[in-house]
């Protein structure tokens, strides 16, 4: 395993059993009393995504936000059939434990939040707080569908400004507070500058994972895996025009457990940015709150 410094993270790399390289970033220190956090990202995401978030935590607690495989600076996979959630979840479990990461506040965006629930019923140990970012145990088929009918057809856009423009153009209806700024910070995380020129990052093969889902009946729902997240606070944060996280959901998940927190936030869909202040404070108060005492 390798470190090299990068601004205000330190990237690190793991070997995953199979072999490949597998990336994270570690953002500030490990702090007694504070417990880390975890950060995982959704389907296309790495860990840029959580750029802003962990710069606000890591002043006191340390922030890992992984890559997982064919995602960020994680290698690609050969075989496209490896980008799963078993062997993601495999992948998660090499890395915390060549970190030496024995528990900490998970905050699962989609995908990451997916793993978050299953984590709880392999390794409840890891787990000290859950944040669920705008997912849930029932996934709502229009929305996958839509991310299907995009992911890996969009064309790679010469410029950030063309990037900029073509993520307004697919994605502003849902999100329609977002800045300039905003958009530039998406547009940089989904292409990232490689050899003069923008490329996706993540691995073009992950798109055929999506090719065999099918919308012809409801998908499966994860309830017993939220229900194992019982003896630890969950927070769930849900975009106000998702189409993945239904408010009908949110509303079971907070029958299930009263004390659940939950977060809506105003103008944005799947999945929240999680960069504007009251949703960073929000989260710094849930995670302050399940801190040791």
């Given at each position: ?154 064309p790679t856009p010469a410029t950030l400004d063309e990037a900029v423009a073509l993520l307004k153009s697919i994605g502003q209806s849902r999100f329609p507070v977002l800045t300039d700024a905003d958009w ?110």
């Amino acid at each position: 395993m390798a470190g090299a410094g990068e601004g205000a993270f330190e990237s690190r790399f793991v070997t995953a059993r199979d072999g490949l390289k597998l990336h994270a970033r570690l953002y500030g220190r490990p702090a007694p009393g504070r417990l880390p956090v975890l950060c995982l990202a959704g389907l296309a995401g790495h860990s840029g995504d959580f750029d802003v978030l962990a710069r606000a935590l890591a002043p006191v607690r340390q922030v890992i936000a992984l890559d997982y495989r064919g995602r960020g600076l994680s290698a690609s996979d050969p075989d496209w059939r490896n980008y799963a959630l078993p062997v993601e979840l495999e992948d998660l479990l090499t890395v915390t434990t060549a970190l030496g990461l024995a528990r900490a506040v998970f905050i699962g965006t989609s995908r990451g939040g997916l793993l978050t629930m299953l984590t709880s019923a392999v390794r409840p140990s890891l787990i000290a707080a859950a944040i669920l970012n705008d997912i849930g145990p029932v996934i709502e088929g229009a929305g996958l569908a839509r991310i299907k009918s995009y992911l890996g057809r969009l064309p790679t856009p010469a410029t950030l400004d063309e990037a900029v423009a073509l993520l307004k153009s697919i994605g502003q209806s849902r999100f329609p507070v977002l800045t300039d700024a905003d958009w530039r910070g998406q547009a940089a995380n989904i292409w990232m500058e490689r050899d003069g020129r923008l490329m996706a990052a993540f691995d073009p093969a992950l798109t055929k994972t999506l090719e065999s889902v099918s919308f012809d009946r409801p998908m499966p729902t994860l309830w017993p895996q939220f229900d194992g997240l019982v003896g630890v606070p969950v927070m769930v944060i849900r975009g106000e025009h998702s189409d993945i996280l239904s408010a009908a959901t949110v509303g079971t998940m907070a029958d299930r457990r009263p004390d659940l927190d939950v977060l809506t936030v105003q103008g944005q869909g799947h999945a929240p940015l999680l960069t504007d202040g009251p949703s960073i404070g929000r989260i710094q108060s849930f995670i302050r709150r399940s801190d040791p005492e």
